[in-house]
């Protein structure tokens, strides 16, 4: 969900700004779209790689720092 909704579905949005050459709307949409990423990557990435050492899940401290 957070990659669809938050993340491609503002990437388009940010395109769009882009082209009307509004420069605050093509910066603010695809800003967001590398936080959903970035987020839903640290949620997943450790439930697919759990072996993996550094694919560790982060700390509820941590996610408030992020």
């Known amino acids: 969900m957070g990659i669809f909704v938050g ?3 503002q990437v388009i949005a940010g395109i769009m700004e882009w082209k009307k050459n509004n420069t605050f ?9 590398f936080f959903w990423i970035t987020l839903v990557s ?3 990435l450790p439930a697919m790689f759990p072996t993996v050492a550094q ?3 982060p700390a509820p401290h941590e ?4």
């Not at 709307?25 to 779209?33: H, I, R």
């Open 7 to 9: 993340g491609l579905a």
């Open 25 to 33: 709307g093509t910066l603010a949409f695809t800003a967001y779209v």
């Open 42 to 44: 640290i949620w997943v």
């Open 55 to 57: 694919s560790v899940a």
């Open 63 to 66: 996610m408030g720092w992020f």
